[in-house]
């Protein structure tokens, strides 16, 4: 059996927890992992009509993106807006 078979496997028999490493699950929620692992579990089908495309995968992950930076903010009624999260690394300039 391959690590695919594996992995597809142990999400079919609810193991996702199980076969995680536990140092991986401090990173994140429960949430944030199972949500995760039903994306994979879908880019693993065997047939390709089955699989998301590239540009579902990337929704996919900018969502999570958004919950593993502000996982906050629906807890607080904080929101960034979209430019805040589209780049970490961006810095606004003002012109004086």
Not at 1 to 28: C, H, K, P, W
Not at 30 to 58: H, I, N, W, Y
Not at 77 to 92: Q, R
Request: hydrophobic letters at 35%; charged letters at 25%; one cysteine or more.
């Amino acid at each position: 059996m391959n690590l695919a078979d594996y992995f597809v496997m142990s999400m079919n028999m609810n193991r996702l927890f199980q076969i995680l490493d536990r140092r991986v699950l401090r990173e994140g929620s429960l949430e944030q992992f199972q949500k995760m692992a039903e994306l994979v579990k879908s880019c693993l089908q065997l047939q390709g009509e089955d699989r998301p495309t590239m540009k579902e995968v990337a929704g996919e992950l900018e969502g999570l993106q958004k919950l593993i930076r502000n996982p906050w903010s629906n807890q607080h009624g904080h929101e960034e807006n979209e430019d805040e999260l589209s780049d970490p690394y961006t810095i606004p300039i003002n012109s004086s």
